[in-house]
């Protein structure tokens, strides 16, 4: 069976696991008559009070969707200062990242950024990485169904050469080769702006997971709105399927 969040959680706690789709930069920009970029940069203010919100309320992981593999059919320009920004996040952020004791992760394939991107967080990575407070997960060039496929390819191959048999394969080993096996149980999942749907973004891990859907537009996200999502979630009754 695959690990659930624990109930003895539920009812009134702190969700361990918190991830957003951080929606409406665009939306946010377009209401004021700015330039897109103009929503994004305030979507990463949005980021540094919400991850410092998150630590302060005593969630082990926050897991944000920055960048998902279907944002490259996004204009050449917008991508372009999309990973600008990403760049300019990294290099402000890793002295507090690490002076805090947060570990940085990330999933996707962020291989295909350009060679000085990827060198820049596979030293964030590695400057954090004994780093055993909370963790900061960043989703870039990220999708549910890639990470599915992909892990499925790996059991796939070894039942191919004759080490594992599809008898053994359940719902844990299959959990184990995603790229969230090392991370408690996702708990919480809030998408701002009004959209309710989860946009290919932590398909399997959000089996068992509390889902909210805010109209808050991400750049006017803040501690108080993370503060009433861990309120509503508190509230919640989880079973997991039992009574």
């Not at 946010?28 to 919400?50: M, T």
């Not at 407070?133 to 059991?155: C, F, H, M, P, S």
Request: avoid cysteine; hydrophobic fraction near 45%.
């Amino acid at each position: 069976m695959a690990t659930l969040p624990d109930p003895s959680r539920a009812g009134g706690a702190m969700p361990r696991h918190v991830a957003i789709i951080m929606d409406g930069n665009g939306r946010w920009a377009k209401a004021r008559r700015l330039p897109r970029i103009a929503g994004h940069r305030q979507g990463v203010e949005a980021v540094r009070r919400v991850a410092r919100a998150a630590r302060e309320h005593g969630v082990e992981v926050l897991t944000l969707y920055a960048f998902s593999s279907e944002n490259w059919r996004r204009p050449e320009d917008e991508v372009r200062d999309l990973m600008g920004l990403l760049r300019h996040f990294i290099r402000s952020e890793l002295a507090e990242l690490a002076s805090e004791n947060v570990r940085l992760r990330v999933i996707g394939d962020y291989s295909v950024f350009s060679p000085d991107l990827v060198e820049l967080i596979d030293n964030a990575i590695a400057r954090t990485a004994g780093n055993d407070g909370a963790t900061l997960v960043i989703a870039l060039n990220y999708g549910g169904q890639a990470e599915i496929v992909a892990a499925t390819r790996r059991l796939a191959e070894r039942v191919r050469g004759g080490v594992l048999s599809p008898d053994a394969i359940d719902d844990a080993l299959f959990e184990r080769e995603l790229q969230t096996h090392d991370l408690p149980p996702l708990d919480l999942l809030i998408r701002t702006s009004g959209e309710q749907r989860l946009s290919n973004f932590l398909l399997w891990q959000a089996a068992y997971a509390e889902l909210l859907f805010v109209d808050t537009l991400w750049p006017d996200f803040d501690g108080e709105s993370l503060a009433a999502a861990i309120e509503t979630f508190g509230r919640r009754q989880r079973r997991f399927g039992g009574l």
